[in-house]
């Protein structure tokens, strides 16, 4: 018996992130042209970006939901922050690791400090002693609270983070605004490689929702066993 | 002359979507755990409704 | 206002007054911030001239260390015999607890400062006294206290209390660090001035941030 049926919306998200994910890998692979002087390791660009944009987009709806705790004191805003922030740290990572593969090639380095990189390992840092936080209290408003407020300072110190990091000289290529040209790694796109970069940055869009909803509902499972389990030590005494 | 980078294109998508992927399995145990433990509480709760009137 | 003022004034009075009695944060400070200066010192076996670069970090990280002991103390003291309780019970507004709490760390924090920066200029046969330095020091421990104290209101409800502070403190105030060891570094070694000035606006602007956010939710997590 399943707690409560699966939404048929959700599953038709379900497969629209695959196929749309599907689709956007066989652009990058076949359609999108290669990059003359960083070579193929170039294509891991697309999916690079995207996965970091939708991770700064469950930390930023994780933020959301936190000030909205704080507001209500409802705990269907601290599972919806957590789903935020699980998500978040999980692409993050990912970009990370992506990005430091791109790097080896391109930079002929693993790793340099630059401010995003820099910055993205300190929010993987301020989400970890989040998760630290959670697991340290077992009150589960004073949780929601608690965490909500971390969650808030965390997120403030973000962009100063990066705007104090980026005062040093950035050698990360600028892809969306002004472009330093000196930078190196830097290119510029040209129409198909834009159509395949948007169509990534789609699929990523669909996966984060759908992912997102997922982990929602896992954190009301959670939060109703650890209710009724409470319930029933309460009965036994 | 193009380098030829293609291992690391490799490694980078096997990243990505291996991540993923585990990240999606991840998600789903606990899902069935928690749907397990959730029948568990269901039938403790059942047993001792009648002691408990 | 006159009350708000009152009131962090007569809780900054009543932990120096227990602090005079016990005298257990200021010195273990102390005892700390040196043992860690002669850490540094050692690990890195510097020579005078890296000492003389390195004298911002050093500085900085060792205040940041020992800061974290006063951030623990001044909280848990008030629990252990739930003192907390009659703390919140009396009638003034509950964020004169945060500003009273952040201004006794802070005079921990800056009496530290005091003593361990000419000591780390003494022993290294350095000197380290500027005006501008100590504006960097005035504003920069205000920034790491007042974030400090919000954090540290959060981690006594911790079932591990004292371990998770640096944990939680640390990456949120990165900038802060980053902005107090350029300007400290520009001040002794010499540099854009314009750089200074963005790190100084970056310090006041933290501040005030944190104060604001301090002032927003404080009430909200000091415990019941």
Known sequence: MKPEKTPRALIFLDFLALLALATAFALVIFYAPFELTMGSVQKVFYFHVAAGLAGMLGFFVATIAAVACLKTGSLKWDVAGLAGVEIGMVLMALCIVSGSI?????????????????????????????????????????????????????????????????????????????????????????????????SSLAAFSILFIALYWHRYRLGNLQAEINERRAALQEEGE | MMPDTSAYMVAGFLVIIGGVAIYVLWIFTRFINCAIRLNALKELEKEKKPHGE | MKPFIGAILAIFWKDLLAERRTREILGTMLVFALTVILVFVFAFDLSVEIRRKAAAGVIWVTLCFAGTISLNRSLTLERDREAINALLLAPVDRTAIFFGKALVNWVYLL??????????????????????????????????????????????????????????????????????????????????????????????????????????????????
């Open chain 1, 102 to 198: 791109w790097a080896r090639p391109v930079w002929n380095t693993w790793w340099t400090w630059d401010p995003r990189l820099t910055t993205a390992l300190i929010m993987e840092l301020i989400y970890a002693a989040y998760l630290l936080l959670r697991s340290g209290l077992d009150d589960a408003r004073r949780r929601a609270k608690l965490a909500a407020v971390y969650a808030v300072v965390g997120f403030i110190s973000v962009p100063l983070t990066f705007f104090s990091i980026r005062v040093f000289r950035t050698i990360h290529p600028v892809m969306i605004g002004s472009a330093d040209s000196s930078a190196n790694g830097l290119f510029a796109m040209n129409p198909s490689m834009q159509t395949t970069f948007f």
């Open chain 3, 111 to 224: 009496i530290t400062a005091a003593i361990i920066v000419p000591v780390y200029a003494l022993l290294n046969n350095l000197s380290l006294f500027s005006w501008g330095g100590l504006g960097v020091i005035l504003l920069g421990t205000l920034g790491y206290i007042l974030t400090g104290t919000l954090l540290s209101t959060l981690t006594l409800q911790l079932r591990a209390r004292d371990m998770l502070l640096p944990v939680l403190l640390f990456p949120v105030i990165i900038p802060l660090l980053l902005a107090c060891v350029r300007a400290s570094t520009i001040l002794l070694q010499g540099g854009n001035p314009a750089e200074l000035d963005t790190w100084l606006v970056m310090l006041v602007g933290y501040d005030l941030l944190f104060a604001a956010v301090g002032l927003l939710v404080f009430d909200r997590i000091i415990e019941e």
